[in-house]
T-cell receptor, first 114, second 117 residues
Framework: AQSVTQLDSQVPVFEEAPVELRCNYS??????LFWYVQYPNQGLQLLLK??????LVKGINGFEAEFNKSQTSFHLRKPSVHISDTAEYFC????????????FGTGTRLTVIP | GAGVSQTPSNKVTEKGKYVELRCDPI?????LYWYRQSLGQGPEFLIY????????DSGLPNDRFFAVRPEGSVSTLKIQRTERGDSAVYLC???????????????FGPGTRLTVL
């Protein structure tokens, strides 16, 4: 079974400051890793995903994440945030055993302060 | 192109009533997923369709929940004898093939907010 832990439920950060949203996972098998963003009144949108290869993954809107297998982490980073980045961010995993569903964390609400 | 659409956007019902939630996936996507998102939680998997058949329904909480996708396109999630605990946002997603153990990107709809009074 898989589980995802997002340690921070809320992260306030000033505009143009860097941000890191933490994600740790637990799984008995190899996994794929995802970050989704949910803007108010909108559906979940994929930011980036790690399937294999380079552990540093670049996504949309200037976000990137680094897969660390030894620490079972997949933290999301952005060097300079904008007001428009205010949203809920979800980390998710799926396993390579064949199941296609995603297991989500509880989410981190990023609030960018002007 | 058009994304995943869900209707209605909001549904208020009384305890014990029957409800149907509809999902229109992206055209050409063979895989379709239903998730449920309770307040303050991440989405939880309910059921996955590959074409017309339910390939994995392990997330359905009990036999009051049922979903169909008769023509391999539109799907309907049906909830019988609704309970207050069923109140949540029900999300639908679709992906092109559903293959690859979840690697195939899932595109989500805006959700249906169900409130059971």
């Amino acid at each position: 079974a898989q589980s995802v832990t997002q340690l921070d439920s809320q992260v306030p950060v000033f505009e143009e400051a860097p941000v890191e949203l933490r994600c740790n996972y637990s799984s008995s098998v190899s996994v794929y890793l995802f970050w989704y963003v949910q803007y108010p009144n909108q559906g979940l949108q994929l930011l980036l995903k790690y399937l294999s290869g380079s552990t540093l993954v670049k996504g949309i809107n200037g976000f990137e994440a680094e897969f660390n297998k030894s620490q079972t982490s997949f933290h999301l980073r952005k060097p300079s945030v904008h007001i428009s980045d205010t949203a809920e961010y979800f980390c998710a995993v799926s396993d390579l055993s064949g199941a296609n569903n995603l297991f989500f964390g509880t989410g981190t609400r990023l609030t960018v302060i002007p | 192109g058009a994304g995943v659409s869900q209707t209605p956007s909001n549904k208020v019902t009384e305890k014990g009533k029957y409800v149907e939630l509809r999902c229109d996936p992206i055209s050409g996507h063979t895989a379709l997923y239903w998730y449920r998102q309770s307040l303050g939680q991440g989405p939880e998997f309910l059921i996955y369709f590959q074409g017309t058949g339910a390939a994995d329904d392990s997330g359905l909480p009990n036999d009051r929940f049922f979903a169909v996708r008769p023509e391999g396109s539109v799907s309907t999630l049906k909830i019988q004898r609704t309970e207050r605990g069923d109140s949540a946002v029900y999300l639908c997603a679709s992906s092109l093939t559903g293959s690859g153990g979840g690697a195939d990107t899932q595109y989500f709809g805006p959700g249906t907010r169900l409130t059971v009074l």
